[in-house]
């Protein structure tokens, strides 16, 4: 419907009159497009085909020269002996963990959340705005409050649990920590989406479950869990997406304690290229996190789709 | 988009409405459940939210001493406002610090209402060769994890002299797609007569632009610089990374440092954190409504 509109006003507008001639049609085009194309090439482009290009040598900040090395960064990042092997897959691991830890926790809570806020509550909009605030707060803002509030000894929530739980220092309550305080700060988010969901489907579709005799629980399965199913495959993805993100939660509240346990693969990734300044190994780091992230993102999209025929 | 931007508040927020509403009859999961035991679960939640946040406001007006002996409760005795006279008196530069988020924020802000505006326009409203291949390039790079141009930029970076300087945190994050596909959605749905009867009247695109899309498009626009403002605010890991000195540093990062220099001093940090979290606040106060509704709509269309 949209595009419709786009070309008969792009169309009426061009041929009647002839105004303006075609070339000098394009001319104008670019010439609105320029100063977004020149930042574009300049800092994503550029970037993007330049970072394998460093991907393919032993670059160090601190050499002057830089060997093209083919895809010796890739390969020792799958050999035993490679240099950052170990630490770099430890680094996926600890990634793919808080995926799998926070990810269910994200969806499920923040469905329960729209579900309750989808019916006609008084002050939902309210309620709908506070429990998104946390999310307009940077990763600092909250990761001092709750190193704060989770000191084991001078804390808050150890002073109230009566306990002394090393919450940011200890697995696995790093990991309680770092999901809980990530669901805090984000649930607000998957909730708004839900929750637009949820109003899109059909109120028909509840009566007529309501008049095949369909209890609460079996409309829940058969009519509002299809009906999200779109809106589902989206929060999914972005959810995998932001979790496999994961950084500054690790690098303010856990700092990767224990060790390097709590360590997230872009942490490793961007102390590696820019606190060591081994920017080759950390190229081809991010090349394979990339890789992996785009698999289980059309991995994610084919399982969803399945299950909906 | 038009019509999701301008459209009345969904029905759930009219407390009118709650009032008026009829006997239920639609029947689901959630709706079987008393209304009494929604609103207990919905203040429990808000109350998990928002208490971590008061402790926080509370502690910046306690002393070291009442913090520390009596970490149980949140309630400040005495009351004091040492915590923002050192901070502000000087102690760590957080007004330098809150002048460079400011200024970074807004300029990244400006750029990308111009030049995504602008591309915006051409891409929903103009036809020329090529349009597929932009947008196309435009969409691809929206999948790239943003880790992959954090070693290349930063080389670009500092090709350009811009290490350490705001320019870093100002420019390479305004050429980011987000902005044109948002504008683009939104140009896209406007009706294409007014446009034209201005075209018969003479007027060329830099002319319609100004005049007719631009201020039609003021919601969006005005969406577009709250969602750029408060990512560019908060933005850490970028920052932390390119801006080296500390006059330099914004808010972000700078919180880090004061946590690191103040140690277990909790009322000056949550006090630098306070002083953190206003501006974005009282923006997201002001803009629940867009904010919010654009987010959700990224879902449903997406």
């Keep these: 419907m949209a595009d419709t509109v786009v070309t008969l006003s792009a169309r009426g507008a061009v041929r009647p009159r002839g105004r303006a001639p ?9 010439l609105f497009l320029a100063p977004f194309l020149v930042l574009f090439l300049a800092f994503v482009v550029t970037p993007a085909v330049s970072g394998l290009w460093i991907s393919l040598h032993t670059w160090n900040e601190l050499l ?4 093209f090395v083919g895809l010796k960064n890739f390969i020792d990042l799958f050999s035993p002996d490679g240099l950052y092997a170990d630490d770099f897959w430890e680094s996926m691991r600890a990634t793919g963990l808080f995926v799998v830890l926070s990810v269910p926790c994200l969806l499920v809570i923040p469905l329960g959340i729209a579900l309750l806020l989808n019916r006609r509550v008084r002050a939902g909009g309210v309620f709908r705005g506070i429990f998104f605030a946390p999310y307009v707060l940077g990763v600092a803002v909250i990761s001092v409050l709750w190193r704060f509030l989770l000191d084991p000894q001078l804390g808050a929530v150890n002073a109230l649990l009566g306990a002394d739980i090393p919450w940011t220092v200890q697995v696995p309550w790093a990991w309680v920590s770092l999901v809980g305080i990530t669901v805090w700060w984000t649930l607000g ?7 637009a969901g949820l109003k899109g489907i059909s109120a028909d579709l509840y009566e007529a479950a309501a008049l095949d005799g369909a209890g609460a629980w079996r409309s829940f399965r058969s009519v509002t869990l299809p009906g999200l199913r779109p809106v589902m495959t989206f929060v999914t993805t972005t959810t995998l997406l932001a979790s496999a993100n994961m950084f500054g939660q690790s690098f303010l509240i856990t700092r990767g304690a224990p060790g390097t346990e709590t360590r997230t693969a872009i942490m490793y990734i961007a102390d590696q290229g820019l606190g060591q300044g081994n920017m080759g190994a950390a190229a081809a780091m991010s090349y394979i996190l990339f890789i992996i992230l785009a ?5 994610n999209f084919r399982l969803q789709r399945d299950t909906t025929r | 988009m038009t019509s999701t931007l301008d459209r009345p508040a969904p029905v759930a927020d009219g407390p009118a409405d709650a009032a008026a509403r009829p006997p239920r009859h639609r029947r689901s999961f959630a709706r079987a459940l008393p209304d009494l035991v929604v609103y207990v679960a919905l203040v429990i939640i808000a109350a998990a939210i928002v208490v971590p946040l008061l402790w926080m406001l509370l502690t910046s007006f306690r002393t070291d001493f009442d913090t520390v002996t009596r970490p149980a409760v949140p309630i400040p005795d005495p009351w004091t406002t040492d915590a ?7 102690a760590a530069p957080i007004l330098r610090w809150f002048a460079n988020s400011l200024i ?4 990244q802000t400006a750029i990308v209402l111009v030049t995504a505006s602008m591309a915006a326009y051409a891409l929903a409203r103009l036809e020329f060769p090529g349009r597929r291949i932009v947008f196309g390039a435009l969409i691809a790079t929206l999948l790239v994890p943003g880790v992959v141009f954090l070693v290349p930029n930063y080389l670009i970076i500092d090709r350009l002299g811009w290490l350490d300087t705001l320019w870093a945190v100002i420019v390479p994050g305004s050429a980011g797609a987000f902005g044109v596909f948002f504008l683009r959605q939104f140009f896209v749905s406007l009706p294409g007569d007014i446009e034209e009867a201005a075209r018969v009247d003479g007027a060329g695109d830099v002319r319609i632009f100004l005049r007719i899309v631009l201020p039609l498009a003021r919601p969006a626009l005005a969406t577009l610089a709250v969602l750029t403002f408060l990512t560019n605010w908060n933005d850490f890991i970028w920052p932390v990374y390119v801006l080296l000195s500390p006059e330099v540093q914004t808010l972000q990062p700078g919180l880090s440092t004061l946590e690191g220099s103040y140690q277990t001093h909790y009322g000056i940090i949550m006090a630098g954190a306070v002083i953190a979290s206003v501006p974005v606040l009282v923006l997201f106060t002001l803009a ?10 990224a879902g449903i269309k997406g």
């Design chain 2, 288 to 297: 629940q409504r867009q904010i919010v509704e654009s987010v959700a709509n």
């Design chain 1, 22 to 30: 075609r070339g000098r049609r394009t001319l104008t085009a670019y």
């Design chain 1, 295 to 299: 698999g289980v993102s059309v991995l």
């Design chain 2, 104 to 107: 970074a924020a807004a300029s």
């Design chain 2, 84 to 90: 923002y006279r050192t901070l502000l008196g000087g």
């Design chain 1, 64 to 67: 002057p020269l830089h060997p």
């Design chain 1, 189 to 195: 988010l998957n909730t708004v989406i839900l929750l």
